[in-house]
């Protein structure tokens, strides 16, 4: 059968741009993309790159006074939303620019359009337009999810925030994972009265206990106040403003309220059932190590699959999908040991286990010192780092490395290179260190502090 083209891929975020444009560019295929919103996806348009933009700009608010306690005779005035956000508008088009031109230089046909599955070969487009291909690719990435509570219209989600008219004097943040907590710390360094409800009993599950308790106790002294065994009731608009009553009975007035209560694949309405794609009890589509579906035709990558939501890893998917269907070199993508930082205030870098995961498998040491770095020598308030290191006690390998402070996710991804290679502690110990920073903790700590 002659079909239209080699390759369709379903989804114009980082991981469906990189296997369209290398399948097209590198493997020389007729390649095809349908994209029904913005080039570059959930990370480049509503996701990490304007999240990190604002957490840059919410950075300034401690510059002033660090400096002045460093001597100098510094003033700031108020944070100007509306111009931060005409320039965040303007790189978001920027990089989107760069997305299309990528493509267009690669060879690859783009529509934007809505498409779906119309059949294992056939892709079917919102503007009436029905597309056959030999292979498909669906990379729609995930959404936000908003729980079902009476009023929860009048909220918003990470989606709606980077759109804001204007910053709320009072805001509620609604959830404890990474998402949650990183606009906290945006929101408050911007000025905004920020409040967290998580309704469990610590924030950033999954995460290191030591690590996570440190950060807590960073972002209260920063000024947010958390609140948690906490969710919400209700939500009534009042005017200009929103009532919130908590699950506890008490009433509260907030300006706006943000719902980071997780996110879920994007696979609604996409003629999956018809094309024999299998769906998760999350519904995710479900594939093999290689990526590929119950139908095999058709593959899936990044967050539409819920394996390990982070953009790095929905690239290197996009990229052994191609090594796979197109250079003929099957390549499984290892997901194990992926380094990743959270932009809370104050900042997280991880990889490996937790120290509670790594006792609850073999006998390990833990190596871990907190402490005042030397750049706030002369500044007051919640300034901590901690630099901690998870070994095994038998093999000696280094199984988790968790570093709290500034610049942790530039730390981690070197560490993180390391820790793959299956260091040892001993391996740590060889290298001299760098003095005075921060990172030489973690090749200084002689002494387990706990064994288990």
């Known amino acids: 059968m002659e079909f239209d083209y080699d390759l369709f891929v379903i989804g114009g975020g980082s991981g469906g741009v990189r296997a369209a444009r290398v399948a097209a560019g590198d493997a020389g295929a007729k390649v095809a993309l349908a994209e029904e919103d913005r080039y570059g996806g959930t990370c480049v348009i509503r996701g990490c790159v304007p999240k990190k933009l604002m957490v840059y700009a919410s950075g300034y608010s401690d510059t002033v006074p660090a400096a002045a306690a460093y001597g100098w005779d510094a003033q700031i005035g108020g944070f100007d939303w509306l111009a931060f956000r005409g320039k965040l508008h303007g790189e978001l088009d920027r990089l989107e620019g760069v997305y299309r031109k990528l493509l267009a230089n690669s060879g690859v046909t783009t529509y934007d359009a809505r498409a779906k599955l119309a059949g294992p070969n056939t892709v079917s487009l919102s503007t009436g337009e029905e597309i056959t291909a030999k292979t498909i690719l669906i990379a729609t990435g995930g959404r936000p999810v908003v729980p079902d509570v009476p009023g929860a219209e009048h909220a918003i989600t990470s989606n709606e925030i980077f759109h804001l008219d204007a910053l709320p004097r009072k805001m509620l943040i609604v959830g404890g994972g990474y998402i949650a907590c990183e606009f906290a710390g945006v929101m408050n360094g911007l000025g905004v009265d920020t409040h967290l409800w998580y309704r469990g009993t610590q924030v950033l599950r999954g995460f290191d206990e030591e690590a996570r308790q440190l950060i807590v106790d960073g972002m209260a002294g920063r000024g947010v106040k958390i609140a948690t065994e906490l969710n919400v009731a209700s939500i009534d608009k009042d005017g200009g403003g929103l009532i919130v009553t908590g699950t506890d009975g008490e009433v509260h007035a907030f300006d706006s309220v943000l719902f980071a209560t997780g996110r879920a694949p994007n696979t609604d309405d996409l003629g999956l059932d018809g094309a024999g794609v299998k769906i998760g009890k999350s519904r995710e589509i479900v594939v093999s190590e290689l990526s590929q579906t119950a139908t095999p035709s058709v593959y899936a990558i990044g967050d539409v699959t819920n394996r390990v939501n982070l953009t790095p890893v929905a690239i290197r998917e996009g990229m052994a999908f191609v090594e796979t269907v197109f250079k003929d070199n099957p390549t499984p993508v290892d997901h194990e040991l992926i380094p990743t930082a959270v932009f809370t205030q104050p900042e997280f870098g991880t990889v490996g286990l937790s120290e509670e995961d790594a006792a609850a498998r073999e006998p390990i040491e833990v190596y871990s010192t907190s402490f005042r770095p030397m750049n706030v020598s002369f500044i007051d308030g919640a300034h901590k780092v901690l630099m901690k290191l998870i070994v095994s006690q038998k093999t000696r390998v280094v199984?988790?490395?968790?570093?709290?402070?500034?610049?942790?996710?530039?730390?981690?991804?070197?560490?993180?290179?390391?820790?793959?290679?299956?260091?040892?502690?001993?391996?740590?110990?060889?290298?001299?260190?760098?003095?005075?920073?921060?990172?030489?903790?973690?090749?200084?700590?002689?002494?387990?502090?706990?064994t288990t």
């Open 399 to 450: 199984l988790g490395c968790h570093i709290v402070g500034d610049a942790a996710g530039e730390m981690i991804q070197m560490v993180g290179i390391a820790v793959k290679m299956g260091t040892t502690k001993e391996d740590f110990d060889r290298v001299c260190a760098v003095h005075p920073t921060a990172a030489e903790e973690l090749v200084t700590m002689k002494t387990p502090l706990r």
